[in-house]
């Protein structure tokens, strides 16, 4: 799980397929996501029912910060291996802590979906940035 690997395909690669699994909230929030990126829906699957079995028994919670930006951030390795990623860098250590908490209690009781769907990149100017 996670392990790190050379990449099959050059980034250019316009047919290259890249998955990546998502925590989400009952509400579409994205709580935190894989901090690998997968070759194809199975592989993302297995990996995250691998997260959800062993985060409570084998899970290590590592803080980041950026003092500069002033911004907080965490992952989560599993087995030894960075497996989670927090969904986004935090204003505030506090906000990190709380998305943190909410991110690793969630995990074991998070259903794996039997779907996935397709990230659609916008072009430039239509992009929202918050």
């Known amino acids: 799980m ?5 990449p099959r395909h050059s980034i250019s690669d316009p ?6 699994w998502q925590l989400v909230s009952a509400n579409n929030r994205e709580l935190a996501r894989s901090s690998d ?5 199975q592989d993302a699957v297995i990996a ?3 997260v959800k079995d062993y985060v409570v028994s ?4 590592v803080s980041v910060s950026d003092d500069r ?17 927090c969904s986004r860098w935090y204003g ?3 906000e990190r802590r709380d998305a943190m908490m909410l991110a690793v209690r ?11 769907r397709q990230y659609v990149d916008l072009p430039e100017r239509q992009k929202f940035y918050v």
């Open 2 to 6: 996670g392990s790190v690997r050379e």
């Open 15 to 20: 047919e290259r397929v890249a998955v990546v």
């Open 37 to 41: 990126i997968f070759d194809d829906f």
């Open 48 to 50: 995250a029912t691998e």
């Open 58 to 61: 084998h899970g290590e919670i």
């Open 69 to 85: 930006q002033g911004a907080y951030g965490w992952y989560l390795n599993v087995l030894g291996h960075p497996a989670v990623t």
């Open 92 to 94: 505030a250590e506090r």
């Open 106 to 116: 969630s995990l074991p009781e998070a259903n794996i979906a039997s779907g996935a």
